[in-house]
């Protein structure tokens, strides 16, 4: 069993000027996460964080601690945490794509105020959608290095 996470947060970025600082976060994740034993994936709708991360409690606590505290977002908001039987991102150290407003829609029921039990279904929602896409992203990668082509995501771990 593995506790998986997901927090969505508002950001501080201001794009254009800001781009790189996406790049740095998955950077980060990609040294920190695979010693830490943490695996995930980010999604980013220019406003919003969503960010679904899997590892022990411990672990998870340490480096919510780290994000809790990093100035390029606020209003961190743990959505859902839950333990489960395997990892969804078992390869990632942190998938992330680029931003995203088509999952823009998907994110925004997550700074409601709703319902918890709403809450908890949109959470789940965005989690497979994430998994969906990390599985779409895997499988393209075998197609392409199948034809001798060289594609990667932006973060594999």
């Keep these: 069993m593995v506790t998986s996470l997901l927090y969505v947060s508002r950001s501080n970025l201001q794009l254009p000027r800001d781009a790189g600082e ?11 996460n ?7 994936a980010l999604v980013f709708t220019e406003r919003l964080f969503a960010q679904n991360l899997e590892g022990s409690d411990e672990a ?16 961190v908001d743990v959505v859902y945490r839950e333990q489960i039987p395997a990892r969804r ?9 680029g931003p995203s407003t088509f ?7 997550l700074t409601d105020d709703g319902p918890p039990a709403a809450k908890r279904k949109a959470a789940e929602r965005l989690i497979r959608l994430m998994a969906q ?3 779409a ?6 197609r392409n290095s199948r034809r001798g082509q060289a594609v990667g995501p932006q973060s594999k771990g």
């Design 89 to 97: 991102f078992e390869t990632w150290a942190l998938a992330y794509a």
């Design 22 to 32: 996406i790049d740095a976060i998955v950077a980060t994740a990609e040294r920190a």
């Design 34 to 40: 695979p010693p830490a034993g943490i695996t995930g």
């Design 133 to 135: 896409f990390v599985q």
């Design 137 to 142: 992203h895997l499988i393209e990668q075998r």
């Design 60 to 75: 998870l606590d340490v480096l919510m601690a780290g994000i809790r505290s990093d100035p390029r977002h606020r209003d």
């Design 103 to 109: 999952v823009a829609g998907n994110v925004m029921p």
